[in-house]
């Protein structure tokens, strides 16, 4: 059935990968059951998928800068905040940095010379270069010990054959948060499935999990 168990207002984070396609998918999907959709993109995100895209479908702007111009921006975040029901990032990529680390050394060189290119040759992945920017805005994130996180129910929904993000990669993410907080409400939810997860299992979890009602 499409009709939802209740109408939502979702905020869906999207971020740089090849899955940002998919993100497209996932906003009509929850738009046919009845939810409302506003996009917010990373810069990174946008050099998969054109802001435009997710404005078309959603029929709302596209947040894509935290300090947009206007005298408004700040309290459109603001308002966004504190007024979604559910924030879905989907697909959950930030880890380019760890990437950076798996490829060899030879390529990390050339990859910091020429500023943009993709980490393997992959036919997935050659045709979309990423930014050697975004790998030490990885890293010195990660170096960071972040403020406490804000108590908010948090679902990972990973692929157990992920081969472009290891699950390992969640558990670490993990530990970094409940390092900050024990009782941060954290759940890991891994399936048999790579870094599409788009056989109809899968689907279903996500599905459940959006609506409430897994």
Request: charged share 25%.
């Given at each position: 059935?499409?009709?939802?168990?209740?109408?939502?207002?979702?905020?869906?984070?999207?971020?740089?990968?090849?899955?940002?396609?998919?993100?497209?998918?996932?906003?009509?999907?929850?738009?046919?059951?009845?939810?409302?959709?506003?996009?917010?993109?990373?810069?990174?995100?946008?050099?998969?998928?054109?802001?435009?895209?997710?404005?078309?479908?959603?029929?709302?702007?596209?947040?894509?800068?935290?300090?947009?111009?206007?005298?408004?921006?700040?309290?459109?975040?603001?308002?966004?905040?504190?007024?979604?029901?559910?924030?879905?990032?989907?697909?959950?990529?930030?880890?380019?940095?760890?990437?950076?680390?798996?490829?060899?050394?030879?390529?990390?060189?050339?990859?910091?010379?020429?500023?943009?290119?993709?980490?393997?040759?992959?036919?997935?992945?050659?045709?979309?270069?990423?930014?050697?920017?975004?790998?030490?805005?990885?890293?010195?994130?990660?170096?960071?010990?972040?403020?406490?996180?804000?108590?908010?129910?948090?679902?990972?929904?990973?692929?157990?054959?992920?081969?472009?993000?290891?699950?390992?990669?969640?558990?670490?993410?993990?530990?970094?948060?409940?390092?900050?907080?024990?009782?941060?409400?954290?759940?890991?939810?891994?399936?048999i499935g790579d870094h599409r997860l788009s056989d109809p299992p899968a689907l279903e979890t996500f599905r459940r999990l959006v609506v409430g009602e897994a």
């Amino acid at each position: 059935t499409n009709s939802p168990t209740h109408q939502m207002l979702i905020a869906l984070g999207v971020c740089g990968g090849i899955g940002a396609y998919k993100a497209v998918e996932v906003a009509r999907g929850l738009q046919k059951r009845g939810h409302e959709v506003v996009a917010v993109m990373t810069d990174a995100a946008t050099r998969f998928v054109g802001p435009v895209t997710f404005e078309a479908i959603t029929r709302r702007q596209v947040i894509t800068d935290q300090f947009a111009p206007g005298a408004n921006a700040d309290i459109e975040h603001i308002a966004l905040a504190s007024s979604i029901d559910l924030l879905l990032i989907a697909p959950a990529f930030n880890m380019v940095g760890e990437r950076a680390r798996q490829v060899s050394p030879e390529r990390r060189q050339a990859w910091y010379h020429r500023g943009w290119m993709p980490y393997d040759d992959d036919e997935l992945h050659r045709n979309y270069p990423l930014s050697w920017k975004w790998v030490e805005e990885s890293e010195e994130l990660w170096k960071r010990r972040q403020a406490p996180p804000r108590r908010v129910k948090t679902t990972v929904l990973h692929g157990l054959q992920d081969t472009v993000i290891p699950p390992a990669w969640s558990w670490r993410f993990a530990e970094q948060v409940l390092s900050q907080d024990p009782h941060f409400p954290l759940e890991l939810v891994f399936k048999i499935g790579d870094h599409r997860l788009s056989d109809p299992p899968a689907l279903e979890t996500f599905r459940r999990l959006v609506v409430g009602e897994a």
